[in-house]
């Protein structure tokens, strides 16, 4: 395991951002710390860089206590979400800084850079200023500014945050493709769950100061520990006690049959390939997904009446039995 | 860049500060601030103490003698006056020349902001000696105020003349102009938008204005000494007239009076934190 | 926007008022001090007791901009970046000196620092140093005047930059002393030298303060400032005039390089 955190607690003040959190993250894998704004995970990511002091707890970065340590001395790679650009310094400048400080000689600090720079695709800005950059090209810049010293473990706090929905969905790809090739124990700060689903290889789930589930994409997904990741990770719906996500729901127009619910159609809403079905029952109203195909050869339309159920092949993990009762 | 910086609330700050203004003192910073502290308190905090310590130890009655000499009485009464009629004065010019200086423009705006700054460079016997040369005797003018109370209202509203500017100038071209659009698409008359939107939205920092204008004029000397004549009853400033306490070697009654001066500053200073305060508050 | 009638009469008045408080009273001076050609500056340039209290003068600011320099960019990170106790009453106090009459300042150093009755003064005596009355009493009066200048051009851009960066600098190894070299300081460049600008016109220029604790001793103590008025008094006013407009020249080409510089650092 190459980072972990053990019983770690942080208060601001009265607030307290993380309440006895422990982690284990493996090496050399690509890990999102997932959850909504002011749950503690940028705290964490903090706490695991030094630029924050637990209250109390420990953080082991392969094998060596780093609890006590200062920032400068730990090694990692942090990467910001407003990139943190040395404003006054040239692209090469920024990303040499690390090597200069550690007073590498001058050839191996401009061939290690200019590998960088390649690497990131920057080399023909290696002269701008910050300022002279877009904000997806100065975020690649920390990042080479970041993996330049070799760190043990990269940090990123939500590092495409500031980015327009474009460049970040770009971003995103090309860090996945980034990290297989360097292959540095990589964490990242997100709250935005398709984000972590597309491009992690674990999650971790933290709301409110603690640990709600940690997996694979695939089994947060699939087996939610909770309601709370159930609804993080992904739309949901209501059907009679059970919650479950909208593309998992069926629509026919056969007889009532015990599985199902009767309900009226009220609302339909098509959204490039996909079409939303609103289903007003006797007491609630059920969002359904279907593709454009389903919905055609249902041929129905509003104000029909139809039966919903849960498609027969889902998997519903074990976690919340008591709302499956009709599947 | 005499303004007192309102603090103006920016999310980002606010988040910043949130966070790192829990940082505590390492071991190094807090020598440092031990070592300014030092530093501060042997050239400000302990020589202003020994003004207001000096003042009290002939008790409250030869404090009380002191202030309340006749000429100290009209000294204070036209220090006081004069800086209040010169801050009124400064709150309608000064907000004006702000809005000038933001909202219109024109060739040779530059060089009045240059102007805006100059009373506040030049040294003050200098600034005395400047006004000297338009308003005293050899005025071109034929206006010859030296030696009079108008001459210690000139000197004031000259070396107060940035602070009004200076503090409002930064806000006013900060203010959203899609409100008082959105208050004209509401059907505001010009008037109306002034005095309902931009005038509420200027006010602390008119305020804050006011009060470093008013500090400086209660505590100004040097462009007085050439100017005003200095006469005792009629053009005496409350510093000259320690000063002269001092030149007679009566520390004790130029540190009564002193202690006037410093109450004066020191009030100013709350009230500027005070509205500084309850303008982060705002947002 | 339309011109309208009330924007042309505004601007009148703003000009106007700027052009009789201000303009016109500055230009009378530089008039007044070349009335009779070179001859008034050439006089004071001459006489060797005001070329030594041009001199005390210059080197005077020059120490208390330094002092201030260092004290102002200190004071400010510790008030910007860190939390301590009293830290809302020491910012208000750093205030204090721009709010306080000089002639206060002066009697308050004299009250600590005289060699006669002062608290701290007859000791100081005592060890061989003097302060009222010399030069570190002028220096200290001038430093106090001075003060706020540097810390409240510094502070803001502090607050304005955050800390991001020098996080990040922490986070690539960088120690306190380096981060604050590479990074902090190119950060706050240009506020540090407004801040350093505005302290040295503002410490050559002071009076009152300086009047007070220096003795005003000619060819010793006395600064360029009482030279102009010592001239006036005197009714050598073509002196007075031409010492004047050196001291204004200087606070003149003080502001004009803050307004030169002020704007790139916005870019």
Known sequence: MSIEIANVTKRFGGFVALDDVSVSIPSGQLTALLGPSGGGKSTLLRIIAGLEQADSGRVTIEGLDATNLPPQKRNVGFVFQHYAAFKHLSVRRNVAFGLEIRKRPKDEVRARVDELLALVHLRQFADRLPSQLSGGQRQRMALARALAVEPTVLLLDEPFGALDAKVRKELRDWLRRLHDEVNVTTVFVTHDQEEALEVADEIVVINEGRVEQIGSPDELYDQPANDFVMRFLGPVTQLGQQLVRPHDLQIHTGTADPAAVTGRITRVTRIGFEIRVEVTTADQIVTVTLTRNEFLSLGVQTGDTVQVQVAEQVHIGAAYPQTLGAA | MTSATLVTDRPALKRRAAQDGRRLLTRVSGLGLGVAMLWFSLLVLIPLTAVVVTASTGGWSQFWQAITNEQTIAAIRLTVGTALLVTIVNVVMGTLIAWVLVRDRFFGKRALEVLIDLPFALPTIVAGLVLLSLYGHNSPLGVDIANTRAAVFLAFLFVTLPFVVRTVQPVLAELDKEVEEAAMSLGASRFTVFRRIILPALTPAIAAGAALSFARGVSEYGSLVLLSGNLPMRTEVTSVRILSSIENDNLDSAAAVATILLAISFAVIVILDVIQRRVVRRG | ?267
Do not use: C
Not at chain 3, 246 to 251: D, G, I, T
């Open chain 3, 1 to 267: 926007m339309a011109k309208r009638p009330g924007r042309y009469a505004l601007r009148l008045v703003v000009v106007g008022y700027l052009f009789l408080l201000v303009a016109w009273p500055v230009y009378l001076v530089g008039k007044n001090a070349f009335a009779d050609g070179m001859e008034n500056i050439n006089g004071i340039l001459e006489d060797p007791d005001i070329v030594h209290a041009l001199v005390l003068t210059v080197q005077v600011a020059i120490i208390a901009v330094i002092i201030n320099t260092v004290f102002g960019v200190g004071i400010s990170m510790l008030l910007v970046r860190y939390q301590f106790p009293g830290k809302r009453l020491l910012s208000a106090l750093l205030d204090m000196p721009l709010s306080v009459s000089p002639i206060v300042v002066g009697l308050a150093l004299v009250l600590v620092y005289g060699g006669r009755t002062g608290w701290f003064g007859p000791a100081l005596e005592g060890i061989g140093f003097q302060v009222i009355f010399s030069t570190p009493g002028i220096v200290m009066a001038t430093v106090f005047v001075a003060l706020p200048l540097v810390i409240r051009e510094v502070v803001p851009v502090l607050e304005e930059i955050g800390d991001e960066q020098e996080q990040a600098a922490r986070s690539l190894g960088a120690n306190a002393v380096q981060t604050f070299r590479r990074i902090t300081l190119p950060a706050i460049k240009w506020g540090v030298i407004y801040g350093v600008v505005l302290s040295l016109a503002r410490s050559l220029g002071e009076f009152g303060a300086v009047k007070v604790v220096s003795g005003n001793v000619l060819g010793e103590t006395r600064t360029a400032t009482l030279v102009v008025e010592e001239k006036y008094l005197n009714f050598d006013k073509g002196g007075a005039y031409a010492t004047a407009f050196l001291l204004a020249l200087v606070a003149v080409a003080a502001i004009i390089i803050v307004s030169v510089i002020r704007p790139k650092e916005d870019r």
